[in-house]
T-cell receptor
Framework: NAGVTQTPKFQVLKTGQSMTLQCAQD?????MSWYRQDPGMGLRLIHY???????DQGEVPNGYNVSRSTTEDFPLRLLSAAPSQTSVYFC??????????FGSGTRLTVV | AQSVSQHNHHVILSEAASLELGCNYS??????LFWYVQYPGQHLQLLLK??????LVKGIKGFEAEFIKSKFSFNLRKPSVQWSDTAEYFC???????????FGTGTRLQVFP
């Protein structure tokens, strides 16, 4: 049982480049979320999904897109990376009655 | 909108000292409450959670938290900390009628031997 798997673990992008952060869970959880963690700001919700085909915006959605074509996968897309998106990104999933399970994170640097 | 406040940004303790980290939330409805811990270089791990029932919740590693509805608080406690408790602690709230988990800004705990 792998839990929540995030790839890649590290990434360096140039300003303007695009990329997709992958997130997969094997627990059949309905809810999946993406957060970014920045020093002194805790974790801020970017986007979340309550099930396949359904996504919604969190606190800081600008510059990011998501889709949820399957229950297992919830990729986060940066269309045109900016230095302000340098952060550590965490994916999380949960099901009703359980705590959230977090992935190991992706450390992204935009230069 | 729901929000979470953690007033202690950085706490420094000696081993065996008692710990209490404050967490207050703002939301008028029913909530689920969580404490997560993040050890250096690692991802978040669930310490404990409150959904309903007994407001005193016991978690892993000797931690506990008390939900006081009238104060909108969910403070984390441990009677005697260890050096291995050095980590960052996050309080989080999930309103029952939404699926969003909102975090506080975190409290960095340093425990010295």
């Amino acid at each position: 049982n792998a839990g929540v798997t995030q790839t890649p673990k590290f990434q360096v992008l140039k300003t303007g480049q695009s990329m997709t952060l992958q997130c997969a869970q094997d627990m059949n959880h309905e809810y999946m979320s993406w957060y970014r963690q920045d020093p002194g700001m805790g974790l801020r919700l970017i986007h979340y999904s309550v099930g396949a085909g359904i996504t919604d915006q969190g606190e800081v959605p600008n510059g990011y897109n998501v889709s949820r074509s399957t229950t297992e996968d919830f990729p986060l897309r940066l269309l045109s990376a900016a230095p302000s998106q340098t952060s550590v990104y965490f994916c999380a999933s949960t099901s009703i009655g359980y705590g959230y399970t977090f992935g190991s994170g992706t450390r992204l640097t935009v230069v | 909108a729901q929000s979470v406040s953690q007033h202690n940004h950085h706490v420094i303790l000696s081993e065996a000292a008692s710990l209490e980290l404050g967490c207050n939330y703002s939301y008028g409805g029913t909530v689920n409450l969580f404490w997560y811990v993040q050890y250096p270089g690692q991802h978040l791990q669930l310490l404990l959670k409150y959904f309903s029932g007994d407001p005193l919740v016991k978690g892993i590693k000797g931690f506990e938290a008390e939900f006081i509805k009238s104060k909108f608080s969910f403070n984390l406690r441990k009677p005697s900390v260890q050096w291995s408790d050095t980590a960052e602690y996050f309080c989080a709230v999930n309103a029952r009628n939404t699926d969003k988990l909102i975090f506080g800004t975190g409290t960095r705990l340093q425990v010295f031997p």
